[in-house]
């Protein structure tokens, strides 16, 4: 190509008015690229195998199963879309795949970097519910168990790492366990002195857990053992991507969990309900005295609204969704663009568990 015709096509091109594209099918194909490249890694993991002489096949990076693993680095949420449970079924991947669990119902549904952990038992209550078992949910729809087992426990995650944190009175001396659910091991025991041992609710966030114990708070650096008494986030923890939520009368505030420097301050009136995307990155502010949601991106202070208040939940990719009697709605935090999706779905849609939302109180 000479000189003075490319000069020509790159002049042409300059001129043309190309249109943006639409959001909707960009963040969806985003979402399916990202599926697609966790699967790829996956698979390429699983297969990584040499044969060393005549001996068979020997696991690159095999740690001791006599040892706990040490704890490993961030990871990437499993993203399995819109996932939420009906009886002793989970629904995931937008409600294409479903998963039974070998239990009477399901009680709530946490992410992390392994699947979804699901935590089940004789009922779906959270509260005076009886034993509290658990299963992973894994990227390829098996199911593994969890050789945890619980009662009238608050338990957390984080999206981006494979553990379930929780705290429990050992004989007058709380502790808190930090259990990895991909291999089933227990990675961290921390004694927690004068911790009040009653009601014990936590968060997980990166190498935190925030522990609530009558009017104390406490952090607790479970790799380090480390534990401290800042007083930023206070009674029930509720952390997402290092951020959590204040409600007063007028306001609700989103923090930076380790300074207490406000991030995002709304003005509010009545009672609100805050929910925090699972990588902090968004807040959803479902109010009593209006019919819709607002949803703020913490970081620009600016928000969009979506129809229709209450329960709603969140998928790890920042999408508010929800059951309605006829199917599933869909909303993008990040443009407030909405979609429905019908749905056939036994028993009322009313009683589901969803995934993003806390069910301990």
């Known amino acids: 190509m000479t000189e003075r015709l490319s000069a020509l096509l790159h002049r042409e091109a300059d001129g043309l008015d190309v249109p943006p594209p639409s959001a909707g099918p960009v963040l969806a194909q985003g979402r399916t690229l990202r599926r697609r490249r966790r699967l790829a890694t996956l698979g390429a993991a699983a297969s990584v195998l040499v044969v060393v002489g ?5 696991a690159l990076g095999g ?3 006599s040892e706990p693993r040490p704890a490993r680095s961030v990871d990437d949420p499993v993203d399995t879309g819109v996932t939420f449970a009906l009886g002793a079924t989970v629904y995931y991947d937008d409600a294409t795949k479903q998963a039974a669990i070998d239990d009477k119902a399901v009680k709530s549904l946490y992410y992390t970097s392994a699947g979804v952990l699901v935590r089940h038992g004789n009922n779906s209550y959270s509260d005076g519910g ?3 078992r658990f299963s992973l949910l894994r990227p390829d729809g098996t199911l593994s168990p969890v050789s945890v087992e619980t009662e009238e426990t608050v338990h957390a995650t984080d999206p981006e790492q494979p553990y379930v944190a929780y705290a429990q009175d050992a004989g007058g001396t709380v502790e808190v366990v930090v ?8 990675v961290a025991r ?7 041992a009653s009601f014990l609710p936590v968060a997980l966030s990166g190498d935190h857990v925030y522990l609530g114990a009558e009017m104390d708070d406490f952090v607790i ?7 401290s008494q800042p007083r930023i986030v206070q009674g029930f923890p509720d952390v997402a991507g290092g951020r959590f939520t204040t409600s007063e009368p007028k306001q609700i505030q989103v923090r930076d969990a380790k300074t207490g420097a406000p991030l995002l301050t709304v003005p509010v009136s009545g009672y609100v309900y805050v929910t925090l995307s699972p990588d902090g990155r968004y807040a959803a ?3 009593d005295a209006k019919s819709d ?3 703020y991106d913490v970081d620009a202070g600016s928000h969009v609204t979506i129809p229709g208040g209450s329960s709603y939940g969140w998928t790890v990719d920042d999408e508010l969704f929800r059951l309605t009697r006829t199917g599933l709605d869909t909303c993008a935090a990040a443009t407030g663009e909405c979609s429905s999706t019908a749905l056939d779905l036994p028993g009322r849609v009313g009683e589901a568990q969803l995934g993003g939302r806390t069910y301990e109180s």
């Open 190 to 196: 921390v004694p927690v002195p004068g911790a009040a």
């Open 54 to 58: 005549g001996l068979g096949a020997v």
């Open 130 to 132: 009886g034993p509290q």
């Open 63 to 65: 740690d001791d199963p």
């Open 221 to 227: 650096d479970w790799r380090t053992g480390e534990i």
């Open 179 to 186: 259990h990895d659910v991909d291999t089933d091991t227990e």
């Open 285 to 287: 502010l479902d109010q």
């Open 293 to 295: 949601i607002d949803v």
